[in-house]
């Protein structure tokens, strides 16, 4: 079976949607390739969220912020989920994605936004981390080869909630 592709939406593409792409890219058995992108993406990933994709062993080289427009060109891989896991991001108008991709929002708050220690930040970082790998365990976890496209699509809703 091939993977799926699942792209994760961050304004930013710096901290939470690169966690979600080292997640489905490492932790779900081959069932997903994980991409990340945003819609003003900043220069560098975030050093917290970079330290956690290593952990996870996801390749360094691949750590970039990139733009969502890159997604959306005739040689980008084509996108069978799309999710966004900030609120500003959810809000914005996305491009057009080719193909009909289940869509969802899982809004996580932005742990680049913690002041204090840097063991404080690594814990919201880690906190963030924990919550989109629990979605994305249950997402993997699904029969999707099994299931219409309703289905998958309110099964990526009800995740939002966990």
């Known amino acids: 079976m091939k993977p799926y592709n699942i792209l994760f939406l961050c304004t930013h593409n710096s901290a939470r949607s690169v966690l979600a792409e080292a997640i489905a890219s490492t932790q779900t058995n081959g ?3 994980g991409y990340s992108a945003g819609s003003t993406p900043g220069t560098k990933v ?3 969220a970079a330290e956690l994709a290593k ?3 996801y390749p360094e080289d691949k750590l ?3 733009s969502w427009d890159e997604y959306g060109l005739p040689d980008a891989p084509k996108m069978d989920f799309i999710i966004t896991v900030c609120d500003n991001a959810a809000g914005e ?6 193909g009909k991709p289940a869509t969802a929002h899982w809004g996580f708050p932005d742990p680049s936004q913690v002041q ?9 970082f880690r906190d963030v981390m924990y919550g989109l790998k629990k979605r994305i365990e249950l ?9 219409d ?5 309110q099964e990526l809703k009800k995740l939002a909630h966990i």
């Open 31 to 33: 069932k997903f390739v």
């Open 46 to 48: 975030n050093p917290f």
């Open 55 to 57: 952990e996870m062993g």
């Open 64 to 66: 970039r912020s990139k």
């Open 93 to 98: 108008v996305c491009p057009f994605w080719p």
């Open 116 to 124: 204090g220690s840097d063991e404080e930040k690594r814990r919201a």
């Open 139 to 147: 997402l993997s976890a699904l029969p999707i080869e099994k299931l």
């Open 149 to 153: 496209a309703l289905s998958i699509q």
